[in-house]
């Protein structure tokens, strides 16, 4: 027997990554920074949810950092 | 999200054991400050999240939820400390239920085990804003813009929108000084790379020219272009090893010694010595005014915010806005503090050559200590190098006036070049002058490897350059894509949210605040909130609305935060004792707000006010039976409860341990309480006292005069519609109802002398137990005989047509035909 009884309600408004979503599709739209950045970005920001600076440092500068 | 049905509590904060069911429904939880609401509070966010707000965070010092989450008696026994919910979920069949204890609060049992369960489990562990206590409203209305903007943000989840917003800006603004170092590392190496030419400038013929003639002596081919990939020792002949082989030239190391030797002593003189006290002393100046201090980093931000302005519309946000108004605004501010910006460009200005002097050693270092390697056998530079290594830290400390102590930590001791590094230059050029003078061809052979050799590590300084110069450029240009994005969102959501919430409040308040307006202002990590005051203006919540005023404006903010973020899914909320300093009469109409605008959401509420939660009951924002009232707490017990079988047990224990006293007071108290619901619940009149304090001879009375009353009437309506077997009952539960309120009158005058200490009321168990039968089958006489809820008048505030139970099967017509 199945377990669903309702369909589940509108879910919750995620403001972070529709924050995100429309970030990055705004780089890969109108701001000029590269798919390579661009898809950096997407693996950090939303694959790997990683938000840390030296994270996001790797990302968008394509570097290691030293800290 | 969920909706609660219901709750066990086991060893958790002040309470020892308590089932509530709220059933899916509004649920109210009052009693007196300290009777353990908001111990429930706490079970209910502790069996959702895995963590009590009230035993984390700012200001909590060493409390904790592993060592006070528990039962004071449990306190070493977290595991004892359990909390067991029981909630629908959407699209789950079957009720989920989340036990959770204190030993291990972030693996909870979760049944049943299937994906819908534990995503919703999940989905409520992320979200702690379901509970608001008043702390927290207090703070969304009358923080100041910095720390609004952080409570916010945490209820909207926002930190991390901040902290990206952030990183993303530090990390385009370290890019942009690296290209400034960057850049002054290539300018450094455009002078080696000239001094080691001996020419003026680096135009493709006067280098030809220069190169050509040291090619030429060698008999080497000239060179007709100079790119990106000449080799300006092209054909030289090269070592077996690779190397070319070369001799150190003399008037080469030479100059380079006495450039360094320059440099050195430009550190050091006397002019120098002084611009670096000078400028010390306007840097401590600034650093013993904070106010100063500040003013300083936020007339950088004007200087750098206007040269911005270049467009009709923000490049932020897009919107539209006057160019020159704007510019004029902004002129005007740092006209204010033209005084700082005098400053605090005097001091950029003196800085600039100092931290040129310390920058230009390493460069120069470098050059010499290549000399040295090239000398047979080697010469180690190692002092050289080290005291090179120290002025690239000083002049990086001197990059940025932020770091204002570390900029005074390199002025307050500023450099002296060792001796021994003085000794070592001196000696590798006595080394160089006792070398005798090289031919023509070996000076042209070192001649062309020396500017080789600078040639590539210029190449290289200007492709890191332009490389940092791209990067900077794409950090910059993501960072104001991401502050773009997020503006323009949370622009949009607080537009919505301020309309939301100015709807509600002037719902609540609508006599005379109709067109109650609000404005919510995110700018730079900071959240302004003005609202009007009756038309005459924007002013923040604390200028002129009282305080009852802003506790409304903190529940309805909250509740358009939380449709904002929830929408339909908003189906849970606990409110702890939000709502205390409200007005009575607008407390109604926030009752009637939660009822009609949130019908599908089932608030927990508790509140230690009497008067509040017959309002819930009259608005019917909770049913009749959706309540537990606390009546008091004890460290050994725990709450105990006015409803249910509490107080009749505790009157049992008492008169089982023959402590009639005891058993009398709990009685009295009880009594009271009682007969306050019978006189609310029947419209018994009652002579109105302002105080509230409401006596049992003043209540009692008038309950079972009202009940002999209302039941009179039915019988009277059931004969006018020859009604036979509905007057029957009713007759016979009015004679029922005289005898048990006769017998019950008799007995009562001893509870009193009891309560009083009278000398003559020594009474025993045998002499008090009748007593308290009576009082019993007193109350219950007001009950209906199936459920055993008391009965009610309906409808409530006009004209009453029937007396009913909640299930029904008591229900007496009361209009005659």
Redesign the interface.
Known sequence: ????????????????M???T??LD??TT?????PA?TER?RKC?IEARD???QA??RA????ETSS | MIRITSLTIAEFRGIRHLDIAPDGKNFAVSGPNGTGKSGVVDAIEFALTGSVSRLSGEGQGDVCLKAHGPHVDCRNAPEKASVSITVVVPGVREPVVIVRNVKTPAAPHIAPNIPLALEAAAHLQRHPEIVLSRRQLIRYVLATPGKRAEEVQALLNLKQVEDVRTRLQRIANSADKLVLTLQSAAADAHGNLRQALEVSELSKEIVLRAVNARRTVLGLATLDEFSETTSLKDGLATTPSGATALTIVKSQVTKDIKALRAALAELTEANTVAAVADIRRLLEALARDPVLKSAVVRERFLRDGVGLIDEPFCPFCDTEWDTAALKAHISAKQARLKDVLKTREDLEARLVPVRRLLDRVPALVATVTQHAARAVPPRPMLVVTGFSAACSARAKKLADLGALEEALGVLGEWIVVPQVVADAIDEFEQLVNALPEPNQQDAAKAWLVIAQERLEVYRAAKRKEKASLEKAIRARAISDAYVAVSDGVLTGLYTQVEKEFARLYARIHREDEKAFEAQLTPSLGKLGFNVDFYGRGFFPPGAYHSEGHQDSMGLCLYLALMRHIHGASFTFAVLDDVLMSVDVGHRREVCALLREEFPATQFIMTTHDSVWLKNMKVERLIGPRDEVQFRRWDVDNGPSLWLGRDVWSEIDEDVRNNDIRSGAATLRNYLEFMAAELCHRLAAPVAFRADAQYQLGELLPQAVARMKTLLKKAKDAANSWSQKDVLAQVEQREQSFATLAQKADVERWQVNALVHYNAWANMGAADFAPVVKAQRELLDGFNCSKCGEILSLTPERETPKVVRCECGASNMNLIKK
């Open positions: 027997m199945s377990d669903i009884a309702n369909p589940l309600p509108t879910p919750a408004t995620d403001i972070p529709q924050i995100l429309a970030f705004r780089l109108t701001v000029d920074v590269g950045a970005l920001l938000f840390t600076e996001l440092r968008v500068l394509d570097e």
